[in-house]
């Protein structure tokens, strides 16, 4: 049996694949350990700001409206951005109640929304 690849549960999990999508980095802009955010080079758009909130990580993304309906449906854990404007941006819950593939499946919807030249995601 082959190793599952970690869960996006943790904090530098969630990190490193939000980074390993290219051409961005991590800041902590707020001076406060609790929100570290990923950001794109150059124009320093912020596409993830990860926090803890009552022993639980969470992502806010800024996701396409469409998409944004659909999971907000779906998935509990995807509630209206805590922080943000409510109409673009959500905050998923990393808490293992939504699949791995739909987490990076919105981190790269937000990373392309917030992208210069934003591409548009099918």
């Known amino acids: 049996m082959s190793a599952q690849p ?21 800041d902590k ?4 350990d609790n929100w570290v955010l990923v950001r ?12 803890e909130r009552d022993g639980v990580l969470r992502v806010n993304l800024k996701l396409p409206p469409d998409w944004r309906e659909f999971f907000r449906s779906v998935y509990a854990g995807v509630t ?7 109409e673009h941006w959500s905050t998923v819950v990393l808490d293992g109640s939504i699949p791995d593939g739909e987490i990076v499946r919105m981190t790269q919807m937000s990373f392309d929304m917030t992208a210069p030249h934003a591409r548009r995601t099918r």
């Open 80 to 86: 209206p951005g805590y922080h943000m404007n409510k």
């Open 29 to 32: 802009p707020f001076h406060d």
């Open 6 to 26: 970690p869960r996006l549960t943790a904090r530098e999990q969630y990190l490193a694949m939000a980074l390993s999508l290219g051409n961005c980095y991590s």
């Open 40 to 51: 794109h080079c150059g124009t320093k758009k912020t596409f993830a700001f990860t926090f």
